[in-house]
């Protein structure tokens, strides 16, 4: 038996998506989770999303899972006696607590009673009084959070930190296994950057590969963390954020040091912003530097010198102390860091097996041949591609990755003459469920957006983001489409100033068939400064909330057939998005009240209709869980599969 742990500590926004991953491993493994008191609803939430998964009912899944929940009133005394939050998790942190001990120690011992426990998986650091148990008791105990390399934004894989020898939250495990590893002077295949961020960057990122040999644009980059107190940090060392603005601005000046809020901190009009893409925020910088944030391995993986003052971070002991440094991080210990020291996808992290392996503490060789086999599986790779010249591999997981051949040669044969806007470095066309990705050329105050298409169907329109999924103003904008002879077959400029939002895209109709080559120059102004402009005409905040839901694209394949149900506000949203994206298709777009629906001009039929339609999967857009039950209820009564029913 495992005995997992996900326990209040800093960014419970995490917590909360992991619910539903620990669910799984202890129904699969038999464990024991112990969670808070105030998370039961997200754990009700996540056994019905179980319950669809594995297509077995909520109540066999509650009669499997054990879980016990740490009452709510142990924080609420804690903060009463300690003054607040941030001392009372700081005392947690440093020093062990009776009270969570007098209840956590009978629970492991009747436990023990059932079965041996075999280690223990705790999301974060871990409480003081936790890791002296589990010292005290002889169990091994994996500390665990998810590393920058992660599918929620957009990755091919999810890549974890876990640690077993010492602190998470520190760089003296990863120094220890990556000296050891140093020593069995074992012949391991490594990739080069170019080939490593090929295979694991979002795919909007692909374009920007060629910028590692661009100019910056400025001297360092300062990435935040995503709290002003963090305490298994503050434990470790009293610098914040303000101390590397200081230490940065003695060394340079202020417009040569950007600034990257975490996304945690952004107000609403700041989450608008283009810095909130790590990736073209560290390209952007020729040093990155940060307390603990993720962004170090980030500009690790771009190239990039990652600075930093404590270790505080796995791999951050080979990040430079000196602020001017010049020097990026060895090629091979990226990788190291990446497939060995880092595990790769839920279903290895969450496997009993695997771990019980580890405890064996096999050489480090043979856990990177272990982990680097499953990314190449998963990538659909085989180690073939290592027979390979650096070019034939990199062009190889390019077409993997769907890139087209224009895309692919722009960044294999690229011309560092070339002027880059870093605010908006890429564009995106959508032909059909087909996306065309281009990297901008910044020239003479406009960006030159320029794609290769080529439809075997004839297609009546195609649209276009621009801005890569940020909000700006545009200034202006003229678009030319010209044939295989170079004859331009359409044009247009639009004048003027239009706000485009970061889920909108320009609409052009111009039916195409075969090849075409499509050229856009525009300019912009930022998101803030609109904001700023805007608010101040109608006279209120420029703080302004905007609610927009985002339709789970990780949990579908593309080509995927989608039956969506619902049509309020997140059906609405869902059933524009995926008109947008193209990946998915939706055959049928239902709702008890269609009737309503159709009179206000929505495709919307009755749920009935399922039953006389081929899909994949039916996607339930509703929020409510009570709600979210009655729909699951009527689709049963219809003869609809279990598992084929969604709901995130």
Not at 264 to 291: G, H, M, P, Q
Not at 465 to 492: H, N, P, R
Not at 586 to 602: F, P, R, S, T
Request: proline share 3%.
């Amino acid at each position: 038996m495992f005995l997992l742990f996900l326990l209040q500590n800093f960014y419970n926004e995490n917590l909360k998506w992991y619910v539903i991953h620990y669910l799984r491993f202890c129904y699969r493994f038999r464990g024991l989770l112990i969670t808070n008191e105030w998370y039961q609803d997200e754990v009700k939430d996540s056994i019905l999303r179980l319950s669809l998964e594995l297509n077995v009912d909520e109540s066999e899944l509650h009669d499997t899972i054990f879980i016990h929940y740490l009452p709510d009133q142990f924080y609420e005394d804690g903060r009463k006696n300690y003054g607040g939050d941030t001392e009372f998790f700081l005392h947690l942190f440093e020093k062990r607590d009776l009270r969570f001990e007098n209840y956590l120690v009978p629970i492991i011992e009747e436990a023990e009673k059932k079965m041996p426990i075999k280690g223990m998986i705790c999301f974060g650091q871990g409480y003081m009084s936790l890791n002296t148990i589990a010292e005290r008791k002889g169990i091994k105990i994996i500390k665990e959070d998810i590393s920058p390399i992660r599918e929620r934004q957009g990755c091919t894989q999810t890549l974890f930190w876990a640690n077993m020898e010492g602190k998470l939250y520190h760089s003296d495990e990863c120094q220890r296994r990556y000296e050891r590893f140093l020593a069995e002077k074992s012949d391991i295949p490594i990739f080069s950057r170019e080939e490593l961020l090929a295979l694991f960057v979002q795919e909007e990122a692909l374009p920007m590969i060629p910028l590692m040999r661009a100019q910056p644009k400025y001297e360092i980059g300062i990435a935040q963390t995503g709290m002003s107190f963090i305490p298994h940090i503050f434990t470790e060392t009293r610098t914040i954020d303000e101390d590397l603005e200081w230490e940065c601005e003695r060394l340079y000046g202020r417009g040569d040091i950007a600034i990257r809020p975490h996304r945690y901190k952004f107000s609403a009009a700041e989450s608008l912003d283009n810095r909130a893409d790590i990736d073209s925020f560290v390209l952007s910088c020729k040093r990155v530097t940060s307390v603990s944030s993720n962004a170090l391995i980030t500009a690790m993986m771009w190239n990039r010198v990652a600075c930093c003052k404590e270790n505080l971070l796995s791999g951050s002991f080979m990040a430079e102390k000196d602020f001017q440094s010049e020097k990026v991080v060895d090629l091979k210990f990226l990788n190291y860091l990446i497939f060995a020291f880092q595990v790769p996808g839920f279903e290895l992290f969450f496997n009993q097996n695997y771990w019980e392996w580890r405890f064996t503490y096999p050489a480090e060789s043979e856990i990177y041949k272990k982990h680097l086999e499953i990314c190449l599986e998963k990538a659909g790779i085989t180690r073939e591609i290592f027979k390979l010249s650096h070019d034939e591999r990199m062009r190889y997981l390019l077409r993997l990755r769907g890139c087209d051949e224009y895309l692919i040669n722009d960044i294999c044969t690229y011309s560092e003459n070339q002027q880059v806007d870093y605010y908006m470095p890429v564009s995106l066309l959508l032909l059909g469920a087909r996306k065309y990705y281009c990297r901008n050329i910044s020239q003479d105050g406009f960006i030159h957006s320029t794609w290769h298409v080529d439809a075997a169907d004839e297609m009546p329109y195609f649209s276009i983001d621009l801005m890569g999924g940020v909000g700006a103003y545009i200034q202006s904008f003229k678009i030319c489409i010209y044939d295989t002879e170079g004859t331009v077959a359409y044009e247009k400029t639009i004048s003027g100033v239009e706000y485009m939002l970061p889920s909108e895209m320009l609409k052009v109709s111009f039916q195409i068939k075969g090849q075409y080559t499509i050229c856009a120059k525009w300019n912009y102004l930022n998101t803030m400064d609109f904001l700023k402009y805007s608010a101040q005409e109608r006279g209120c905040s420029s703080d302004i909330a905007i609610y927009r839901p985002k339709f789970p694209q990780a949990y579908f394949k593309k080509g995927t057939q989608i039956v969506l149900y619902g049509a309020g506000a997140v059906g609405k949203h869902y059933y524009k998005q995926l008109q947008q994206m193209g990946d998915c298709k939706i055959i049928l777009w239902v709702d008890q009240k269609y009737e309503q629906c159709v009179q206000n001009g929505l495709p919307v039929s009755a749920v009935e209709k399922i039953q006389s339609v081929e899909f994949d999967y039916v996607l339930v857009a509703v929020k409510d869980r009570g709600i979210v039950r009655e729909i699951i209820e009527t689709l049963s009564k219809l003869g609809i599969a279990r598992d084929t029913i969604v709901w995130t």
